[in-house]
């Protein structure tokens, strides 16, 4: 590891070319990470992390996870397994840089300077807002109006053109290139407008069959870590029909399981399952088994680096700390810049 710290002071952090461009996005650590995540937006880190035209930098949005109630007696070890759950899916630190947000305090400083070419009414406005209103009415704190300019400020702090993440994202997205158009008309920067990078697991349902995969709905979700054994039992309680009709539902748990087989087992067999149900029927005992071996068969090398990783806590310490310094540096520089050209130095 020593000489992975030399190959990192003697590289530095190389600034914006045309040549690179940043990526940058980040996971809330209200609850483990689960397939919705990985597909959604892991797979794009990776896909990004991989193309050496993309400089990348990749978080755990723990000040996005205290606007909601939370336990902070376990909360050090819950930001901590979204960094196990990075790893373990292959985010490599010799390539990306991986960090904690609240490490790096210019996310904070900067979301103050952007506040200031938002409007309230703006963000009371935003779908994400209201649905918390609605989940939470007793806690509409300030934080929850702030987030989408908290996250404007994770992502700008980079200069980060692109972002890797879900499409519930998409109306946060809209907010940051709004602050970035505002900062630059009015104060002349050059910030970039953030664009979403897609994936095709960019919808991932709910097991419940409404809604998409979230972990805050109970039965919803297939978690990174599960065994074969609990991703059969978790598909079990997926709702089903008689396995035939006159037309293939949209929604409901069979839309559901026909969207993890494109998923998992691809479009031909999605073809044959959709024959399948306007014709002999579909076996839903047979097909979530099949479904249960295949979703396991990509969890498997996960699992097993993430128990390599459990035993070296102090490597993944080190990466922590190292990743906070890089990103510190990046972010610093662009709050000088802003705060100069807003008059504050
Ligand atoms: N809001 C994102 C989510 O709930 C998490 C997040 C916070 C994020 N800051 C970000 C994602 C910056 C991308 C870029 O999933």
């Not at 690179?20 to 990470?33: D, E, H, P, Q, Y």
């Not at 606007?67 to 819950?78: G, K, L, M």
Request: a negative charge.
């Amino acid at each position: 590891m020593v000489r992975n710290e030399l190959r990192y002071y003697g590289v530095g952090v190389c600034a914006t070319t045309n040549m690179t461009k940043r990526v940058l996005s980040g996971i809330r650590a209200n609850g483990r990470l689960h397939l919705g995540n990985y597909l959604g937006a892991v797979k794009g880190m990776l896909a990004l992390q991989e193309d050496p035209s993309y400089e990348t930098f990749y978080m755990v949005a723990d000040l996005h996870s205290i606007n909601v109630p939370y336990n902070p007696e376990n909360f050090q070890a819950a930001v901590r397994d979204v960094v196990l759950d990075y790893l373990s899916a292959g985010l490599d630190p010799e390539k990306s840089t991986i960090f904690i947000q609240s490490q790096v305090p210019q996310h904070v400083e900067l979301s103050y300077l952007f506040s200031t070419v938002i409007t309230v009414a703006r963000m009371q406005h935003l779908p994400t807002f209201k649905e918390k209103v609605k989940s939470y009415p007793e806690n509409v704190n300030m934080a929850l109006l702030y987030y989408p300019v908290l996250m404007a400020a994770d992502i700008l702090a980079y200069k980060a053109s692109l972002v890797p993440v879900g499409i519930d994202q998409e109306p946060h997205l809209e907010v940051a290139r709004e602050v970035a158009q505002k900062m630059n008309d009015r104060y002349g920067l050059n910030l970039p407008e953030p664009q979403r990078f897609a994936t095709s697991g960019e919808y991932v349902p709910s097991l419940t069959g409404e809604g998409k995969m979230a972990k805050s709905v109970e039965g919803s979700a297939i978690l990174l870590t599960d065994s074969l054994e609990t991703i059969r039992e978790r598909l079990a309680r997926v709702p089903t029909d008689s396995g035939k009709g006159e037309s293939v539902p949209i929604e409901g748990g069979v839309a559901s399981l026909l969207k993890f087989a494109e998923l998992f087992l691809g479009d031909t067999r999605v073809h044959e399952l959709k024959e399948q149900y306007t014709t002999s029927g579909i076996r839903y005992g047979d097909l979530k088994a099949e479904i249960a071996e295949a979703i396991f068969a990509e969890l498997k090398p996960i699992q097993q680096r993430r128990t390599a990783l459990e035993a070296d806590i102090e490597k993944v310490d080190r990466i922590i700390l190292e990743g906070a310094g890089k990103a510190r540096k990046v972010a610093s520089q662009t709050v000088v810049e802003v705060k100069k050209v807003m008059g504050l130095l």
